[in-house]
C-alpha cells in the first residue's frame, strides 16, 4: 500500500474557520488559533495539521468569494511552512451540504450549487495548489448511502478542475456515512494520479461519543470505561440506539475491544486502498471529553498500534474545544501522554 508522505502524524484545527456557528466572526477567527498554537503543534513532533474550513467563511451564497476568509488560510499556511508543518485543507462544510444537518443536503442534486463547489476549488488551487506542503480534502462526511453515486460523479467532475490548475496537489477522498470504511468500499477507481482515500474512526461510538449531546438517543449521563467486551459494548449500543451502531461489531464476535479490533475493522479499508493503489488517510479519530482519562489513552494507544501496523496516515480530532480537544482542561493530565503517543 502507498505512503501518504509527510502527513503520517497530525492533528486537526477544529472549530477555528469551521462548526462556529455562534462565532463566524473577525474577533473568533483572530484568537482561537494563533501562531502561537501552530508553534506548539510542531514541538509535539507532529508532521501537519488538517484545516478544517466551512464554505460561508470564503464564498458567499451567490458563489462569489470573500477574500477577508482566505487571509486565514494564509495565516495558517504562513505559520505551518515556518515550522516545516504540511496542511490539509478540509472542505468541512459546502454549499448544499454539512455532515451534522440532514435537512441540509440539496448539493447533491443541485447543478447550481455543484457549480460553486468546483470554482471554490478551483480558487483553493490557484492559491495554494502549487505549494508542495498542501493537500486538499474535497469534501468532509458524506453521510447518507444514496449519496454515494452522485458523490463518485462530483469527484469525477472536480478532480480533473483541479488539475488543470494544480497537476500535482494531493487529493484525499473519502465515502459515505460520515467517511466510514465501509463507504471506501463503495468509492470508484480513482480519477487521476496523486489520490489519497481517507476514513474517520470514532469506533466504538458508544465509548468515544458517551454523553454527546448531539447524538440522537445517547442519554446525555451516559458513561462507559474502555476496553471492555465485545458483547457488552454491542448490548449497550442495542439499548441506546435500537441497532449495532458500530458494524465492526458483526466481524468480531467475541473477546475484547482492543488493538485486534481496530486491527479487524481497518483490514475492509487496506483491501480498498490495495485495489485501488492508493495511500490511506484516518482524517479523524478521537474520544470526547466525557470519558475518564484511564480510558482514553488506553484507546488512543490501540488504535496507534494498528495504525502503525498498517502503515495508516492520520490525524486526531481535535487540538482545542468541540468536546474533544487534547489541550482543555479535562485531558490536563494525559495531555503530554496523548502527544507521545500521537507523535511516534
Same mark, same amino acid.
Given at each position: 500500500?502507498?505512503?501518504?508522505e509527510?502527513?503520517?502524524?497530525?492533528?486537526?484545527?477544529?472549530?477555528?474557520?469551521?462548526?462556529?456557528?455562534?462565532?463566524? &466572526?473577525?474577533?473568533?477567527?483572530?484568537?482561537?488559533?494563533?501562531?502561537?498554537? %501552530?508553534?506548539?503543534?510542531?514541538?509535539?513532533? /507532529?508532521?501537519?495539521?488538517?484545516? @478544517?474550513?466551512?464554505?460561508?467563511?470564503? *464564498?458567499n451564497?451567490?458563489?462569489?468569494?470573500?477574500?477577508?476568509?482566505?487571509q486565514?488560510?494564509?495565516?495558517?499556511?504562513?505559520?505551518?511552512?515556518?515550522n516545516?508543518?504540511?496542511?490539509? %485543507?478540509d472542505?468541512?462544510?459546502?454549499?448544499?451540504?454539512?455532515?451534522?444537518d440532514? =435537512?441540509?443536503?440539496?448539493?447533491?442534486?443541485?447543478?447550481?450549487? *455543484?457549480?460553486y463547489?468546483?470554482? /471554490?476549488? *478551483?480558487? /483553493?488551487?490557484?492559491?495554494?495548489?502549487?505549494?508542495?506542503?498542501?493537500?486538499?480534502?474535497?469534501? &468532509?462526511?458524506?453521510?447518507k448511502?444514496?449519496? +454515494?453515486?452522485?458523490?463518485?460523479? %462530483?469527484?469525477? #467532475?472536480?478532480? @480533473?478542475?483541479?488539475?488543470?490548475i494544480?497537476?500535482?496537489?494531493? %487529493?484525499?477522498?473519502?465515502?459515505?456515512? &460520515? =467517511?466510514?470504511?465501509?463507504?471506501?468500499?463503495?468509492?470508484?477507481?480513482?480519477?487521476?494520479?496523486?489520490?489519497?482515500?481517507?476514513?474517520?474512526?470514532?469506533?466504538?461510538?458508544?465509548?468515544?461519543?458517551q454523553?454527546a449531546?448531539?447524538?440522537?438517543?445517547?442519554?446525555?449521563?451516559?458513561?462507559?470505561?474502555? @476496553?471492555?467486551?465485545? =458483547?457488552?459494548?454491542?448490548?449497550?449500543?442495542?439499548?441506546?440506539?435500537?441497532?449495532?451502531?458500530? &458494524?465492526?461489531?458483526?466481524?468480531?464476535?467475541?473477546? #475484547?475491544?482492543?488493538?485486534?479490533?481496530?486491527?479487524?475493522?481497518?483490514?475492509? +479499508?487496506?483491501?480498498? +486502498?490495495? !485495489?485501488?493503489?492508493?495511500?490511506?488517510?484516518?482524517?479523524?479519530?478521537?474520544?470526547?471529553?466525557?470519558?475518564?482519562?484511564? =480510558?482514553?489513552?488506553?484507546?488512543?494507544?490501540?488504535?496507534?498500534?494498528?495504525?502503525?501496523?498498517?502503515g495508516?496516515?492520520?490525524?486526531?480530532?481535535?487540538?482545542?474545544?468541540?468536546?474533544?480537544?487534547?489541550? !482543555?482542561?479535562?485531558?490536563?493530565?494525559?495531555?503530554?501522554?496523548?502527544?507521545?503517543?500521537?507523535?511516534?
Open positions: 500500500m502507498k505512503k501518504f509527510g502527513y503520517t502524524r497530525g492533528i486537526n484545527l477544529g472549530g477555528w474557520i469551521s462548526q462556529c456557528t455562534d462565532h463566524y &466572526n473577525h474577533e473568533h477567527y483572530q484568537s482561537f488559533i494563533t501562531e502561537e498554537d %501552530i508553534d506548539k503543534i510542531a514541538a509535539y513532533g /507532529l508532521d501537519h495539521v488538517r484545516l @478544517p474550513i466551512d464554505y460561508n467563511v470564503i *464564498q451564497e451567490d458563489g462569489t468569494f470573500i477574500e477577508e476568509g482566505f486565514y488560510i494564509d495565516l495558517c499556511l504562513k505559520w505551518c511552512h515556518k516545516n508543518l504540511n496542511v490539509v %485543507i472542505l468541512h462544510k459546502c454549499c448544499g451540504f454539512v455532515f451534522d440532514d =435537512s441540509y443536503c440539496d448539493f447533491f442534486h443541485d447543478e447550481k450549487m *455543484q457549480e463547489f468546483v470554482a /471554490l476549488w *478551483q480558487e /483553493l488551487a490557484r492559491r495554494y495548489g502549487h505549494l508542495s506542503y498542501v493537500a486538499f480534502e474535497l469534501l &468532509n462526511e458524506v453521510t448511502e444514496e449519496m +454515494a453515486k452522485p458523490w463518485n460523479e %462530483i469527484i469525477k #467532475m472536480t478532480v @480533473p478542475k483541479i488539475r488543470e494544480a497537476p500535482d496537489v494531493k %487529493i484525499i477522498v473519502g465515502g459515505i456515512y &460520515n =467517511s466510514s470504511i465501509y463507504g471506501l468500499t463503495l468509492m470508484e477507481a480513482p480519477c487521476a494520479d496523486n489520490m489519497v482515500y481517507t476514513f474517520h474512526c470514532y469506533s466504538p461510538l458508544v465509548f468515544t461519543h454523553g449531546y448531539w447524538v440522537s438517543q445517547m442519554p446525555l449521563d451516559y458513561r462507559v470505561g474502555y @476496553p471492555k467486551e465485545v =458483547s457488552y459494548l454491542r448490548e449497550e449500543s442495542r439499548k441506546i440506539f435500537g441497532f449495532d451502531y458500530d &458494524n465492526e461489531f458483526a466481524n468480531i464476535a467475541q473477546g #475484547m475491544i482492543d488493538e485486534t479490533y481496530f486491527k479487524t475493522m481497518f483490514d475492509t +479499508a487496506i483491501k480498498v +486502498a490495495r !485495489q485501488y493503489d492508493v495511500p490511506l488517510y484516518c482524517g479523524e479519530y478521537g474520544v470526547i471529553d466525557l470519558a475518564d482519562c484511564e =480510558s482514553t489513552v488506553g484507546w488512543y494507544e490501540d488504535i496507534h498500534k494498528a495504525f502503525e501496523e498498517y495508516i496516515a492520520r490525524c486526531a480530532w481535535t487540538y482545542k474545544a468541540m468536546d474533544y480537544g487534547i489541550t !482543555q482542561e479535562h485531558c490536563k493530565d494525559i495531555h503530554d501522554t496523548l502527544v507521545n503517543i500521537m507523535k511516534k
